[in-house]
């Protein structure tokens, strides 16, 4: 599958993810993650759109919701795992440099 695609529909659903969570919590960390998120997905929709975007946004949000009711426990365990495999997304896939660069910062610091 292409990369870019992949890229697309996971931030879009990290997106999802973390709008749900905030929805919840109303932290701020969870809003900035979110709209960190979101400009990760506007990131790859310059290279490509999919009629998955939203449908996965949408899931992902109400899973978002979901979980922030169920803790702080379950939530650090689902972001740290969702993290995680973004990161081994990016670091198999793109050379680490520019705009992924700064992604892959971005990743990191989402980590609770």
């Given at each position: 599958?292409?990369?870019?695609?992949?890229?697309?529909?996971?931030?879009a659903?990290?997106?999802?993810?973390?709008?749900?969570?905030?929805?919840?919590?109303?932290?701020?960390?969870?809003?900035?993650?979110y709209?960190?998120?979101?400009?990760?997905?506007?990131?790859?929709?310059?290279?490509?759109?999919?009629?998955?975007?939203?449908?996965?946004?949408?899931?992902?949000?109400?899973?978002?919701?979901?979980?922030?009711?169920?803790?702080?426990?379950?939530?650090?365990?689902?972001?740290?795992?969702?993290e995680?495999?973004?990161?081994?997304?990016?670091y198999k896939?793109?050379?680490?440099?520019?705009?992924?660069?700064?992604i892959?910062?971005?990743?990191?610091?989402h980590?609770?």
């Amino acid at each position: 599958m292409d990369k870019y695609l992949l890229g697309l529909l996971g931030e879009a659903g990290a997106a999802g993810l973390a709008r749900g969570i905030y929805l919840v919590k109303k932290e701020d960390r969870f809003l900035f993650a979110y709209r960190n998120e979101k400009s990760h997905w506007d990131y790859f929709k310059q290279f490509r759109r999919s009629i998955l975007e939203k449908p996965i946004y949408y899931l992902l949000l109400i899973f978002g919701i979901l979980v922030g009711l169920m803790g702080h426990r379950v939530i650090k365990m689902v972001v740290n795992k969702v993290e995680s495999q973004a990161l081994d997304f990016y670091y198999k896939n793109f050379k680490i440099e520019g705009r992924i660069a700064e992604i892959v910062e971005d990743e990191k610091h989402h980590f609770l």
